[in-house]
């Protein structure tokens, strides 16, 4: 029979080296002998190279395999048979295995057991600008419909809550609130102590030049009560108490811990979720006054250790610099962020995934919505109370 040789062109190491040559047992039928090695880190030809060669024929309808020569082989021979069994299947050739090693029949007997689902690998084709745009702004819209829907829900928790009717263990509450609370407060202490001496410093080189250092005490005190304390305590327990929530949640999604509860009569955001924001909602002010206290801390620290000031004098001028308004203010912007920081985490562990990857995309995104939110709402808070003459 003629045969139409086609080998591998490195040749130094038979041993190291795979190849096959073709010949028609039919005139419809191709018969491709293997031999030499067929394993990763050796040298054999391509799938490319057998689907050329079927279509310059243009009449093959059965492809057969010859392995005598067959030295080793491992998942590098399967990558080559499974891309000539697709190739078979979309150009209606048939694929036959009888002279395949029965491992080798047995694995891709494995691998094409189940199809592939459609739209499981990512399509290299570029989608065009419209649809991409359109595709944004469903999504956006579906996005804002469940942020809406969790708002209500929350809203609801919390009505039953006023009247005594939610459903969830007050032993939860008293720990999530010493979690938020207490064991917050190291990290508190450092953040916010290290933002007022930041301040001390920052405002001290400008106000040398005018010989005002005196009001380090203006800048610091004002800057932490007003918005600093509570933005810098926001950010904090976004990233430790928001994270966590959605860590928490997500995990219980995962687990089907969250249907579980739902097949059981008892509502996932009274059990669950109330509680979490409860106890953040009622800590976050506490922490803020705290953080302020830490801040006029650290800007005490500059001001007495380095500027020169008197102890006494630095006192009396940031208790002279303070206002009440300032205090409530700051009490107002840490209580928005204790509801923002809480939504944002138990959202997005409700949201998540069932799998390990999709609860570090939870934590993740609750971290960022957290500080977006923060970020905002301290701007729009700003505003009014400038608008307001406060």
């Known amino acids: 029979m003629p045969q139409d040789k086609i080998t591998n062109p490195v040749k130094e190491d038979i041993a190291q080296t795979g190849e096959f040559s073709s010949d028609h047992q039919a005139k419809d039928t191709l018969r491709l002998r293997l031999k030499g090695s067929w394993k990763i880190g050796a040298r054999f030809p391509t799938a490319d190279v057998v689907e050329k060669q079927i279509e310059s024929s243009g009449n093959i309808r059965r492809i057969g395999f010859n392995t005598e020569n067959l030295t080793a082989w491992d998942s590098g021979l399967l990558t080559f048979l499974i891309k000539i069994s697709a190739f078979c299947s979309k150009n209606n050739i048939v694929f036959d295995k009888d002279g395949l090693p029965e491992g080798v029949r047995s694995l891709i007997a494995l691998a094409t057991a189940v199809p592939e689902r459609k739209g499981a690998r990512k399509e290299a084709a570029h989608e065009p600008f419209f649809p991409r745009v359109g595709s944004a702004a469903i999504d956006m819209w579906q996005s804002a419909r469940e942020v809406l829907g969790f708002i209500g829900e929350a809203a609801i928790a919390f009505s039953k809550l006023l009247v005594g009717k939610a459903s969830f263990r007050r032993s939860d509450l008293f720990?999530?609130?010493?979690?938020?609370?207490?064991?917050?407060?190291?990290?508190?202490?450092?953040?916010?102590?290290?933002?007022?001496?930041?301040?001390?410093?920052?405002?001290?080189?400008?106000?040398?030049?005018?010989?005002?250092?005196?009001?380090?005490?203006?800048?610091?005190?004002?800057?932490?009560?007003?918005?600093?304390?509570?933005?810098?305590?926001?950010?904090?327990?976004?990233?430790?108490?928001?994270?966590?929530?959605?860590?928490?949640?997500?995990?219980?999604?995962?687990?089907?811990?969250?249907?579980?509860?739902?097949?059981?009569?008892?509502?996932?955001?009274?059990?669950?979720?109330?509680?979490?924001?409860?106890?953040?909602?009622?800590?976050?002010?506490?922490?803020?006054?705290?953080?302020?206290?830490?801040?006029?801390?650290?800007?005490?620290?500059?001001?007495?250790?380095?500027?020169?000031?008197?102890?006494?004098?630095?006192?009396?001028?940031?208790?002279?610099?303070?206002?009440?308004?300032?205090?409530?203010?700051?009490?107002?912007?840490?209580?928005?962020?204790?509801?923002?920081?809480?939504?944002?985490?138990?959202?997005?562990?409700?949201?998540?995934?069932?799998?390990?990857?999709?609860?570090?995309?939870?934590?993740?995104?609750?971290?960022?919505?957290?500080?977006?939110?923060?970020?905002?709402?301290?701007?729009?808070?700003?505003?009014?109370?400038n608008v307001l003459g406060i």
């Open 175 to 385: 720990l999530f609130i010493q979690q938020c609370g207490a064991d917050a407060l190291p990290i508190v202490t450092l953040i916010s102590l290290l933002v007022g001496l930041i301040l001390a410093f920052i405002g001290a080189i400008q106000l040398m030049m005018f010989g005002a250092q005196i009001y380090v005490a203006d800048l610091v005190g004002i800057a932490m009560v007003r918005v600093m304390g509570a933005v810098m305590v926001g950010i904090v327990m976004a990233g430790r108490t928001g994270a966590a929530f959605a860590a928490q949640l997500g995990t219980m999604q995962g687990n089907e811990e969250i249907d579980a509860l739902k097949t059981m009569g008892v509502s996932p955001m009274e059990f669950l979720v109330l509680p979490r924001m409860l106890a953040l909602v009622l800590m976050m002010p506490l922490l803020c006054v705290y953080a302020d206290l830490m801040g006029v801390l650290g800007g005490l620290i500059v001001g007495v250790g380095v500027l020169d000031i008197g102890l006494l004098q630095y006192i009396n001028q940031t208790t002279a610099a303070l206002k009440l308004s300032y205090f409530f203010i700051g009490i107002i912007h840490a209580t928005v962020f204790g509801v923002l920081v809480a939504l944002a985490g138990c959202l997005r562990g409700i949201q998540s995934g069932r799998s390990a990857s999709a609860v570090g995309d939870a934590t993740t995104s609750a971290v960022v919505t957290s500080i977006v939110a923060i970020i905002v709402a301290t701007g729009i808070i700003t505003v009014v109370c």
